[in-house]
């Protein structure tokens, strides 16, 4: 019988007092089988009086390293507490921990990085808000020759192999633009239908529309001519 991986839900979490203990206790509920840490960047609300609280397994950033480096940490820490793999699970509660086991499939059946998708069965929608995800998805192919439906997508499980990759090697940051890089150098990489909910608190950083066209010029100038 095939031994079961060993599996690890990176929480990065900056000031999600309304919504961090509700991830928490649905993924306990609905992924028993999975760990978690969540990796507390410098909240200033009381999201780390909440982890304290309750007992919670948390890291506490000594300074504020944004979402690049809180899923860092979270995948070093994976890699040196021999996990064979390891998701990003946001704080905001978007991500529903029940289609866990469908990305944790994908690695068992040898691919490096599972994508949590929420357009492999269900359209894409037209509308502003998909313009750049519609773009990145495009310079991926156009750069690589393989089709990401859900490029943006947070929810991403790595193998062994990624964690290694990802948390020890700077510039890995978990973005479309190191997912092109990625598949650039052969990583096999999969994607599997999920459904997303709306935020359950707090506020994105890319709801502002300056920072979601910063973000999108970054992610294409990366694709086009750094990877």
């Keep these: 019988m095939r031994k079961a991986m060993k599996v690890l839900a990176i929480i990065p979490a900056y000031n999600e007092e309304e919504s961090i203990k509700q991830?928490?206790?649905?993924?306990?509920?609905?992924?028993?089988?999975?760990d978690y840490i969540v990796i507390n960047d410098c909240s200033k609300d009381s999201t780390k009086?909440?982890?304290?609280r309750e007992g919670y397994n948390y890291l506490d950033l000594p300074v504020n390293l944004g979402l690049q480096g809180a899923v860092q940490t979270g995948y070093k820490y994976a890699y040196y507490k021999g996990y064979?793999?390891?998701?990003?699970?946001?704080?905001d509660g978007q991500h529903l921990p029940?289609?866990?086991e469908n990305l944790l499939h994908g690695i068992e059946e040898g691919y490096?990085?599972?994508i949590g998708s929420r357009f492999v069965e269900m359209p894409k929608e037209f509308s502003a808000r998909m313009l750049g995800s519609r773009l990145i998805?495009?310079?991926i192919r156009l750069t690589t020759g393989k089709t990401i439906k859900d490029p943006t997508s947070g929810m991403r499980m790595l193998n062994r192999k990624m964690l290694k990759d990802y948390g020890f090697n700077m510039n890995r940051s978990p973005e479309p633009d190191t997912l092109a890089f990625e598949i650039k150098r052969k990583a096999k990489v999969k994607e599997v239908q999920v459904q997303m909910r709306d935020r359950q608190g707090g506020v994105s950083a890319y709801s502002?529309?300056?920072n979601s066209i910063k973000y999108m010029f970054?992610?294409?100038m990366t694709i086009i001519f750094f990877n």
């Design 23 to 34: 991830v928490i206790e649905e993924l306990k509920e609905k992924a028993p089988f999975c």
């Design 49 to 52: 009086e909440i982890l304290e």
């Design 84 to 91: 064979d793999a390891a998701v990003q699970f946001d704080g």
């Design 98 to 100: 029940e289609y866990i």
């Design 112 to 114: 490096d990085i599972v």
């Design 137 to 139: 998805s495009f310079m």
């Design 208 to 210: 502002n529309i300056g």
């Design 218 to 220: 970054k992610v294409l």
